[in-house]
């Protein structure tokens, strides 16, 4: 008797949803810059990316500035905490180069944050991708990728493939950084 009601009690749970594994809501729609913002950017040299969350984060999410290695692995330069909440706001990031530095930065719900890295080669060669259609948050989610290089040459990381650094493939005189959303262990 004792089995049928644990039965009972594991099938209503299991219709309730209550044991299905618990997705993401949140839909992550690139935006269109503004004529300001896209003067601003010219003039200092940045790629700018604006995005609309919309929709409840179960778990907390990390924004990640990272810099992807040759053996497959990535460093984290800087990283934002994103609550668990329920989100309709505007995420933006930035990164600019010159031949000495990386800034990056990021702004949302009026927190802003910023790095800096150096540089280990000046760039002659840029190539800047991000998504081009809404899509909704899973666990690694490249939101921007940009590719710098040396030597003028640089191998091709399929954006759309990108699910963790062991997807990118990082040549020798060539610099790859990324902004990520990733979840929070």
Known sequence: MRKFWMICLLTAFSLSGCLAPQKETVTVTPLKLKAGEQAFAAINDQEIAAFHLKGKLKKPYLLKGIEYLPNHKE?????????????DSTLRIVQSSSSKSVRFGANLDGGSFR?????????????????????TLTDYNVLFLRQLSADGKLSSNPFNDIQGPENVTVKKGEQVFAFVLTKQN
């Open 75 to 87: 460093r984290t330069l800087f990283y934002m905490e994103i609550p668990a909440k329920t989100y």
């Open 115 to 135: 790095a800096h890295e150096d540089l280990k080669i000046k760039p002659d060669a840029v190539n800047t991708q991000n998504p081009s259609s809404e899509f």
